[in-house]
Each structure stands twice: as C-alpha cells, then as structure tokens.
C-alpha cells in the first residue's frame, strides 16, 4: 500500500496527499467521499466548492420540506463533467465541510511554509 499524507477529514470522507519514493505529491490531492474518489488539482477543488455552493442555490427552494436533509435528490455536479453525486442535504454538509476544510488545511500550510515564512 502506497503512503499518504492526510489533510483533512470527517465521518464522511478524507483528503490526502500521495507519497512517492518517501516525497510527497503536492500536485493534486486525492479526495475520497462516501465510496467515490477524486484525485484534484487545487484548482478543481476550488471548482468543486463552487458546485458545491451552486447546489445550494439551486436547492434553497426546499427548505420548507420535512424530508430535505433525507432525502438523495440533490444532484451535485463536479468538476468532471461526466459526473455528478447524487446526494442528500446531510452528504452535500459532509462534502462541502470535506472540501472547505481541505482547502482551508492547504492554504494555512501554503501561507506557513511559503509567502508568510520570514
């Protein structure tokens, strides 16, 4: 089994770096939520968020239903554009806390060890 480095996770996934030959891969992180894995470059993950908030905006409108943190009649698309989860109001929390908090490890991480080091 190949190392990894982990970033970041919660009950519903992980995101981690890849290491090779005792290096690790900081090119692209692996995300992996519920039985579903993506492997994205920082950018994609920034444009998994703004699915992930587009989905919000386009299932406001169920706030009122007693069955909207149940129910998997969400369609949260991806950066792949061939594909799409489906997912509950419950999973689209767990994915965007995923994402949020991934993005967020990465970027403390970028600002200690890079333009915030003196």
Request: charged fraction near 30%.
């Amino acid at each position: 089994m190949k190392e990894i480095k982990q970033i970041y996770y919660n009950d519903s996934g992980t995101s981690f770096y890849w290491k090779q030959e005792n290096e690790i891969v900081l090119d692209k992180v692996q995300l992996v939520f519920r039985e579903t894995g993506f492997y994205f470059t920082k950018q994609e993950l920034h444009l998994f968020k703004n699915c992930i908030d587009d989905s919000y905006m386009q299932n406001k409108y169920c706030d009122d239903c007693e069955l909207k943190n149940k129910c998997s009649k969400f369609l949260l698309k991806t950066p792949c554009s061939q594909i799409d989860l489906a997912v509950s109001m419950e999973e689209l929390d767990a994915v965007k806390d995923l994402v949020e908090g991934t993005l967020f490890k990465i970027n403390l991480h970028d600002y200690l060890y890079g333009v915030g080091r003196n």
